[in-house]
């Protein structure tokens, strides 16, 4: 049996459909039973942040999917840490056997953000005793049709990374990769590095926007020190602004322009192009 936390996400909602494709036994792990009715499968209550709650339902459980939400602008430890840990203690007392994990790309000791946090969230993991995997996606595709990517007012696409490009990956191939590994034997002791199969630059991300919708969508560059400065005045806190100003700065310097054939050594098949992306979420792009 697995459990799948993090059903309703990016993520998630790719590996539930892959996983029932598959006619593997699973069940999905979630605060809102009423918002889980549309994943079409077996749901069991649990919520991170309620220790207790995650013990009953990792009974019957031997490989969990652990995902969960991102950094977030608070000060001292990420809430994620602790969300993390409380599920792989609760595995361990469960008898779970193995463990995917999704991690992000760049995590390491003293990261910032999310690459700090994951970055503990595994050595702990590791330390646990259980099997496990972790991926390490970097940017998702997705973010261009949900509005997590930033625009101007205008509608103008914010470039953050001074030109620089990024291996951005579909999320429906980090599921595929997830389902590989939590279905199959290998891949233990093992991190895996996940890309799309090309990195593109802004103005490339913009063109391709543009033939998908058939206007043009424009670009334009917002450098770290704008974008810390943009946040503190939305309120944000200035450690954070100031994280995110840095990791901007990590990418724009071309620590995320590598591809990797992660997702093709997984799933026997080459990772989603942009356009291969866009052209699947036509609808979706289109109401965005």
């Known amino acids: 049996m697995i459990l799948v936390t993090g059903a309703t996400g990016s993520i998630g909602t790719h590996l539930v459909r892959l996983l029932q494709e598959k006619g593997v036994a699973f069940k999905a792990l979630v605060r809102d039973e009423v918002k889980a009715r549309a994943l079409g499968c077996d749901v069991v209550t649990g ?17 969990l999917f652990l995902n969960a939400g991102g ?14 840990k409380a599920a792989i203690d609760a595995a361990r007392a469960a008898g779970v056997s193995r463990v995917v994990k999704v991690s992000v790309s760049g995590a390491h000791r003293g990261g910032r953000l999310a690459q ?38 205008d509608g103008k696409l914010l470039d953050v990374y001074g030109g620089a490009p990024v291996s951005y990956i579909d999320c ?13 034997s290998g891949g233990l002791g093992e991190t895996y590095e996940l890309t799309g199969p090309q990195a593109l630059t802004c103005a490339e991300v913009a063109q391709e ?30 450690r954070f602004a100031d994280d995110l100003a840095e990791l901007s700065r990590q990418v724009a310097s071309g620590s995320m322009a590598a591809t990797t054939t992660a997702v093709r050594d997984l799933t026997g098949r080459e990772p989603r192009t942009f356009r291969e992306f866009l052209a699947a979420n036509a609808e979706a792009l289109r109401a965005g």
Not at 131 to 145: A, D, E, H, I, K
Not at 172 to 179: R, S
Not at 226 to 233: C, D, N, S, T, Y
């Open 47 to 63: 919520d991170f942040d309620d220790p207790g709650s995650l013990v009953p339902a990792m009974e019957g459980v031997d490989r």
């Open 71 to 84: 950094a977030q602008p608070v000060d001292g430890e990420q809430p994620m840490v602790r969300q993390q």
């Open 116 to 153: 700090g946090a994951h970055w503990e969230i595994e050595e702990y993991l590791k330390a646990s005793g259980l099997g496990w995997s972790m991926l390490r996606p970097g940017g998702f595709m997705q973010n261009f049709v949900t509005g997590t990517a930033a625009f101007t007012a």
């Open 172 to 184: 429906h191939d980090i599921a595929a990769c997830a389902a590989a590994l939590l279905t199959g």
């Open 209 to 238: 926007l543009s033939a998908a919708l058939g206007r043009t969508v424009e670009h334009a560059e917002l450098s770290p020190d704008e974008l810390a400065a943009g946040l503190r005045a939305q309120g944000l806190p200035a």
